[in-house]
């Protein structure tokens, strides 16, 4: 016989049994989990407080490494106390023991481990403090409240304290404050609030709080008189432009000047150094004045004249024999509310309070007029200026 062709008929038969058998290819095989390892914070028993939650599938391993079912799956043995996600995130509800259960694959192998759960560990007050030794509040005749310590008034550390607060006032009547800081306005007056930590005396700190009103006096400027750094003022029609326009309490008069990078009524100004020109006018109110406020009243509320409003003044200067001036308020804006076409007047606004004769208001460049920011028009335009005092009072 042939031996060349016998073991060549060998291999052929050897290979065409290979071919039908189930033996599998290298890496196509399940492989079972044989166990669970839990990370030491398991498997020694779990502590949690109440509110808490813990991801647990980074502490659980399963072996061999390749095993090709890891599946895990997660069960509470009380869920009031505990529960658990499939995905097994757990969430601690209230106190008690229970055992959570861990399954892996689908052939029963699982382990467990038990979970207390206790009460929230409570978090000590290290410091308290009022950001003011005082503040004040207008009394509306409405029902008001302000948090103290969500609005800053009332500093704590730590913000996540748990031992809480009590608080005291030396005069109910006026105000009272909550347990939790709010304080609720019930009338005129003063009072002093104190805050202590609830379980430390020790920690406290005391605020005066002014429940006040506005009494508000406005001037008679019927004897006051001006002057203005441009001489001569722009002639426009229809304005009756002049010193006293924007005193004397008529419509149909108004205070008007050039400004700066414009031509009109006459006063050319394109030519000037835009940016560092000063235009400036001087009350004088006859007498030494308590003064803490003015206010002025726009020419219209028509689209056409935002561009003539005053936006804010660059200085406020006050003097009392009108050549030694002495400025008290520097950067005064008021465009967000001018720039408002509905509001034909300003709000109140508030100047260091002080008692002067002559009040002298200066602009500088461009940013004094029109609060729409685009410097349209060429004057600006005043037709009432009111200067007084708001005071704040306690009592009826």
Known sequence: MNIRYFMAG?????????????????????????????ADGLANGLQIYIGQTVELEDSVTVFPENATDKAQTYLSSNDAVA?????????????????IDVYVGNKGLYTSFDVSVGDVPPVAIEALSFRNESEEFEFTGEEQTVDLIGGGYLIVTPVDQTEGLTFESSDPAVATVSDEGILTVNAL???????TAANNENLTDQLE???????????????????????????LSNRNNSLTAMLDG????????????????????????????????????????LINYFRLVHLSSSSTD??????????????????????IAQNISFATHAAVLANTETEHISIPE??????????????????????????????????????HVTTE
């Open 83 to 99: 529960s658990v996600t499939p995905q097994g995130v757990l969430t601690a509800n209230t106190v008690g023991s229970c055992t």
């Open 10 to 38: 060998i291999a052929v038969v050897l290979t065409a049994a290979a071919c039908e058998s189930n033996i599998p290819e290298a890496g196509t095989m399940d492989v079972d989990a044989e166990s669970i390892v839990l």
């Open 250 to 289: 008529n419509s149909s008069t108004v205070f008007c000047i050039t400004r700066p990078g414009k031509s009109s009524g006459g006063v050319n100004l394109k030519n000037v150094d835009v940016a560092s020109y000063q235009i400036d006018y001087t009350i004088d109110m006859k007498e030494p004045t």
């Open 189 to 195: 007056g003063v009072t002093t609030i104190t805050a």
């Open 209 to 235: 709080v002014t429940v006040y009103r506005v009494k508000n006096t406005e001037y008679d400027r019927s004897s006051w008189s001006m002057t203005c750094s441009q001489d001569p003022l722009p002639n």
């Open 354 to 391: 002080t008692t002067c004769r002559y009040i002298k208001f200066v602009m500088v460049g461009t940013s004094c007029y029109d609060p729409s920011g685009k410097n349209n028009g060429n004057t600006a335009q005043i037709k009432e200026m009111y200067i007084g005092y708001d005071e």
């Open 306 to 327: 935002l561009g003539t409003r005053m936006s804010g003044y660059t200085e406020i200067l006050v003097s009392d024999n009108g050549t030694d001036f002495t400025p």
